[in-house]
Structures are given as C-alpha cells and as structure tokens.
C-alpha cells in the first residue's frame, strides 16, 4: 500500500455501468516527507476521504474491487483508509 | 486507473477467440497538464470511445476483463470511462 | 497490451508439468516508430506466431493462463493476436 | 519477493472494515548489502514481525489477502517470513 | 517471463504456514548477452532448480501459487523452468 494525498477529483458522466456511483479521486503519492513521488493517479473511494486528507491507497485490481465492495467492478486502485500518523522509527 | 488520449488503433485479424470482436484502442496516459506520460499502451474499449476523446483507463486483468464482459478474456488494459472534468484542487 | 516482434525462442526441457507443450517465445516490445522499447521478455505462444511477426502481448497472469487455455497455467505473459496494421491518428 | 526492513509504523483508525485488525507496517526493501532499494511502502503483517527485522515480503493483492488470511481483504502487500540468512553463493 | 540465474538461498525459520517447505531461492534476471539486468529477487523453486542454473521465472501471483501447487500461498514469484537454449534470431 502507499501513502498518498487527496488532490482532485474527476468527473466521467459516460462509463462501465459496473463503475456507477462509484467516487473517483486524483491523488498523489507522498514520501515519509510528505513530498511529492511520482505521478498522480485515478482511485475509488472506499472510506469517504476528502480533499487534502492523507489516505492509504492500494494499487491492485482484486483488492481495489474488494474496496468498492464489487467484486467484477472494473478498477485498480482504491482508497482504504485515511491515515492518523505515520511512525518512522529507523531510517536506513 | 489513469487518464489518457485515444491515438489510434490496431487491426488484428489473427487473433484468439475468446477476444473476437473487442475494439482495440491505442491510448497515451497523459499528466494533469494534458501532456503525454509514459508510452503508448493498447486497450480494449468498454464504453464506446472515439479518437482524442480523454478517458479512464484501468491497467490489470481482471479488472480489464470485466470491463469486457468476458471474465476469462485474455486482456490487460481497458477503457472504463469518458472523462468530462478533472479538478485539481491542490498541487503538492 | 503491447506491441511487439517474435524475435526468438527459448527450450526448456525440464519444466512445470502444467507448462508442457506451451510454446515460448522471445519477444521485443516495440515503440509506434517499430524501435525496440525496452527489454525482451518471453511470452507463451496462444494464436502459432512465427519469428519476426508483430503481434499484441498481454502481462498478466490471468490473462496469460486464459490465452493458453489453461486456467491454472504459471504463466504471466501471452502472444494474444498477430497484428495487420497500426493506424495512429493523433500524435501527442 | 522482496528483502526489506521493518523501518516504521502506520496508524490509520477510518479504515475499510476488512482491513479492522491487521497491523500495517512501514518497510524499506534493501539491496544484497542492506542497503535500500527504492521507495518504503506500506505491509501487513502476516507473522508478527517488528521494527528493524529483516523480513520477506511479497507484493501482489492476491497473494498479500491470503497472507492476512482473509481472501477478500484489499490489501497488496504483505510480510510473509522473518529472516534469519541470506546466502549468495555467485555474484554476476 | 524472465531469464534468471540462481545465485543464492535465503533461510526463514518463521515464515506464513502456507509458505512451509518451499523453497526459497535468490534469483538475478538476465539480459539476452547474459549480463545481469535489473536487480535480485526472491523465488519460490517449482522446478528442483541448482545454484547457477539459468531458470525460467514467472513474476504474479496467481501463477507463482500454482507453481508451488498451492493455489492459495503468498507468493508472487516462482521458478517454473530450466532453460536449456535461448536462441535469438533475430536482433532490433
């Protein structure tokens, strides 16, 4: 899973009638100091995470349909939870 | 799932059975600036798009064989929606 | 799903009983241009491509187990068509 | 899979009700020499491990939910064993 | 799949109870002139393959799990073939 930051939404009015209803967020992965990494990517919201809120997102088909809950729903990554705190306890 | 553009498409006469039919598009993730991302990459299309349209593309297999209506479709890329708006409201 | 060219073959004698008779070849992702992208993987052979064809290759395992018709094959790559043309409309 | 360390600790109370009770931690793959290797990311715990052992994690959904011993858990990475010895015999 | 060479072992005394009695090998993926390409990882043996060995290696779940003949094991890499020839006809 990765750590990563609500940054936007997106708006398909014409889609996969498996993927109705669903939300979809913009966001971005984070390194442990919050900086950008990488590429911002497309996820369903599986807890109700909003804008500016640090989530943990899980990148992986099986798992994403079982976030939304639809286990054939046509997606590949998913919000599973909003993180509380991150403990970094060595640095290597 | 990513945003991209639909470039083009591929013709394949000689194919396997169980993906006889499916409309193969050649798509360009793009990043939030609309500029190309990465490479080019094929994928099925689940939802009737067209050239230059930006759509929703899910890259892994069982979510794209969902998206074509055949579970035991050897695909790995697929067409799920056609994007109207992507809002970024905050740029890390 | 890529593009690429049958540009080997590999024999594995002693192999996963459930990879008998499978057909394995060396193939080269290719870019729109037909430059190499990448590096060669090998793939199993679902549709009698020769050497030097251009062909759509599918990565996944699912998908791969399901292009050689065995479901629980260990497999994570499959030559899935044989491509007639590339027709790119747009360029990024 | 993977080497890595258990560098850190993620505490996430809104979470997706699969993911109640598994413990997530921070891991840092490594290198043969111990040093990292790319980017930390985030695992379930499957045997109990804890901060700086050296641990074997395999990263793909299916894989990481039977770890977590909970098919349908929307997870994509898991710690699978703790380790006592890596033993390189040939150096290429 | 990939072209690898077993280079090592690695000993994990606690590990999943699914993952018992595998074993575990340290694998280095090749380029085509057997040069080392990428790094090192860890690989469940479905084949009795040796140290030094050129093996065929799958990199997913689902299919390194039916590698180990253990449709529901936490793995994601298997050895599934011992490579006899390579034999590259053509170069791009």
Known sequence: ??????????V????????EGAKLLLVQPLNLDDTPRGNTLLAVDGVGAGIHEK?????EGRAAGEALGRKAAPVDAAIIGIIDTVDVRESL
Chains 1, 2, 3, 4, 5 share one sequence.
Not at 12 to 19: A, D, V
């Open 1 to 10: 899973m990765q750590i990563a930051r609500v940054v936007g939404t997106v």
């Open 12 to 19: 398909s009015t014409q889609k996969h009638r498996k993927f």
């Open 55 to 59: 989530v943990l997102v899980v990148l």
